[in-house]
């Protein structure tokens, strides 16, 4: 039996041949995309502070069959109710050992970073302290405080005694205003998801978390809105004001149970 192939089968042929190379490129890449696992601690700290909200908690972060960088962590929390908000990583505290220092006492050698981008390989895993701040706070917060300086420093170039009119100018009020409309925790139960974000093509494990505010976890959270004043006061006349001896803000924080959801 003979096959007659003209020259347009021929050249049919080569060209889905040349797409074979291709197409194993396809599979192999899907078959070892990095697939990474993020596994928190039990205990997350709540806060709310001049940053704003803030979820900080330890994590260990675990990549299997290709190494991969991550240049972003969040994290989703939603309310019972249904409100929703995204916490970005702002910050990270890596853990080296534990030595005694000269006076005998036990101390932690650590080192704080600002987060950029984390290299994750296959042969460890990272465990870290990472501090999340609400994404569409952060920016809000800084317009405001724009406004809050510019104002600190026309009154301060026209007095150099400026410090209680400026902590009783409208602008002082309004940015108090701003901080209590943000205060968004509630008593109640929440679930957690986290998120990641790589440069190069990659899996993370969907896991759901949750975690319980009580009414007397949220009225301890609430009294840091009447330490905003003190803390503006304390920055403004620390080494500046004569006599001034203040403190800054005592934030208060509640650190509640995370657990696995079934």
Partial sequence: MSINLNATDVIAGLGAAAWIPQIITWVYNAATKPV???????????????????????LSINVDKKDTLIDFIGVEIQHESGTKHTL??????????????????????????????????????????????????????????????????????????????????KEVDDYIKFMRSNFYWQAGSYTASFL????????????????????????MLKKNLEEIKADIEYFIKKGDAQGFNGKPGNWRWVNVNLNKCD
Wanted: proline share 5%.
């Fill in 36 to 58: 990474l696992t993020i596994t928190p601690d039990r205990t997350v700290s709540i806060g709310y502070t001049l940053f704003g909200p803030i979820f900080n908690l330890r």
């Fill in 88 to 169: 970005e990583w702002t910050g990270m505290t890596e853990f080296f050992s534990e030595v005694k220092n000269s006076a005998g006492d036990n101390q932690i050698i650590q080192r704080d970073i600002v987060p950029i981008s984390v290299k994750l390989s296959t042969l460890s895993l990272i465990e870290r302290f990472f501090r999340f701040q609400d994404s569409s706070f952060i920016q809000r917060n800084k317009s405001e405080l724009d406004k809050l300086m510019e104002q600190q420093q026309f009154m301060q170039n026209k007095s150099a005694t400026y410090h209680d009119d400026f902590l009783s100018s």
């Fill in 196 to 219: 990641i974000r790589s440069p190069a093509p990659s899996k993370l494990k969907p896991c759901k978390y949750q975690f319980k505010l009580t009414q007397d976890n949220v009225d």
